[in-house]
């Protein structure tokens, strides 16, 4: 069965430190692997799908990353508007649900 | 931007009752989702349908859940007697060719 950890459960940064966000993963064969982010109460917002090991992608002051094992969200010089949970998902070879995993709430202080 | 939109935004039903929650996907998208969220935990699947059937569905799935893409832009969620720990968010979702996967902003289902 697909395994998605996430970690840490929840990260406080200061406005700029920059960090990242972790997404563990067990598949058989990885199809994609999604990076979401949730405001309370609403949706989980797109923000990127990655593929295969070695890919990379960014978006304003994120950055994905992809391993054979894991992927890496980073958080370059983060504002408070950055306070979000940030869910990691991935869709098996042979499947087409995605699986999502517990999300890292992360929190920007001013 | 194209955008997934679910209605109603909140529904308070009563224990035993029969609910339908709405979707409109993103119209040239393929697959289509149900998820849901019980406060404070973690997204769950319920069921994927692609070309007008269901392609997988998860354990929480059962006989009292049901999916419809009535007129080719709607796709539904009914749940026919809801309990109460049927409380949650559900979220549709629609997927083009395996790379973009887009959320609605939810449905609240509160059991009373």
């Known amino acids: 069965e697909d395994q998605v950890t996430q970690s840490p459960e929840a990260l406080r940064l200061q406005e700029g430190e920059s960090s990242s966000l972790n997404c563990s993963y067990t598949v058989s064969g990885l199809r994609g692997l999604f990076w979401y982010r949730q405001d309370p109460g609403k949706g989980p917002e797109f923000l990127f799908t990655l593929y295969s090991a070695g890919e990379e992608k960014e978006k304003e002051r994120l950055k994905a990353t992809l391993t054979k094992k894991e992927s890496f969200l980073h958080i370059t010089a983060p504002k408070p508007e950055d306070s979000a949970t940030y869910l990691c998902?991935?869709?098996?070879?042979?499947?087409?649900?995605?699986?999502f995993g517990e999300g890292t709430q992360l929190t920007v202080n001013p | 931007e194209p955008e997934v939109t679910q209605t109603p935004s909140h529904q308070v039903t009563q224990m035993g009752q029969e609910v339908i929650l709405r979707c409109v996907p993103i119209s040239n998208h393929l697959y289509f989702y149900w998820y849901r969220q019980i406060l404070g935990q973690k997204v769950e699947f319920l069921v994927s349908f692609y070309n007008n059937e269901i392609s997988e569905k998860s354990e929480i799935f059962d006989d009292q859940f049901s999916v419809e893409r009535p007129d080719g832009s709607n796709f539904t969620l009914k749940i026919r007697s809801t309990k109460l720990e049927d409380s949650a968010m559900y979220f549709c979702?629609?997927?083009?060719?395996?790379?973009?996967?887009?959320f609605g902003q939810g449905t609240r289902l509160t059991v009373v």
């Open positions: 979702a629609s997927l083009d060719t395996y790379t973009e996967a887009f």
């Open positions: 998902a991935v869709q098996e070879t042979s499947g087409s649900r995605l699986t």
